[in-house]
């Protein structure tokens, strides 16, 4: 029903930046909230950045400053500029949005997650 595909992942020196982008596609009536979790190993998936259709705005304390989530008004997607890179960034970052695929009928949907490494 909805379908997420990340881009924009790779390998980046400490101090370097990258941007991530998400697109949602597939039946989506509306939704509360688009954004990105992460997952390093051994850890448990965490929250890094939201953002709701009015454009509020909620970060992790860790990327506070440094991350910077937006989104394209008509359309379903995210996007999230990494800056000041550093090796705990380190994790797979997973798309993810919580949408009404119908009036009635609310869910909550991943996409297949987007590598982001640093390291000298």
């Known amino acids: 029903q909805v379908q997420l595909e990340e881009s924009g992942g790779g390998l980046v020196q400490p101090g370097g930046s990258l941007r991530l982008g998400c697109v949602a596609s597939?039946?989506?009536?509306?939704?509360?909230?688009m954004g990105w979790y992460r997952q390093a190993p051994g850890k448990e998936r965490e929250m890094v950045a939201l953002i709701t259709p009015a454009h509020s705005t909620n970060y992790a304390d860790s990327v506070k400053g440094r991350f910077t989530i937006s989104k394209t008004d008509g359309e379903n997607t995210v996007y999230l500029q990494l800056n000041s890179l550093k090796p705990e960034d380190t994790a797979v970052y997973y798309c993810n949005i919580q949408a009404y695929v119908t009036a009635f009928k609310w869910g909550d949907y991943w996409g297949p997650g987007t590598q982001v490494t640093v390291s000298s």
């Open positions: 597939g039946s989506i009536f509306s939704f509360d909230s």
